[in-house]
C-alpha cells in the first residue's frame, strides 16, 4: 500500500460533503456517487439504510472526499 504524505493540509471540520457537492468538483453524475458508495467501490464515504427504509444516507467527510479526490471546501459559517 502506498503511504501518503500531506506538508499543508486543510482545516477539516468533519463537514458532510453533500453528494451533488462532490458530483459537481468532479465531474461524475450525483447517482454515479451515490451507487459507487452503496456498492464500497467509492471510499471517500459511506451509504448507510437505516431501519426497514428504502432510502440511504450519505455521510462523506471533508478528510475523506479531499485524500480521495484532492476536492476541499471550507465548511460556510
Sequence with gaps: MEQKIYVETPKFTGR????????????????YIRI???QGILNFGYAMKMGGSREYSYYCPDRKVW?????????EK
Excluded at 458532510?16 to 447517482?31: F, H, L
Design 16 to 31: 458532510n460533503v453533500p453528494v451533488i457537492e462532490i458530483a459537481k468538483a468532479i465531474g461524475k453524475d450525483a447517482q
Design 36 to 38: 459507487g458508495l452503496q
Design 67 to 75: 485524500e480521495e479526490t484532492g476536492y476541499f471546501k471550507e465548511s
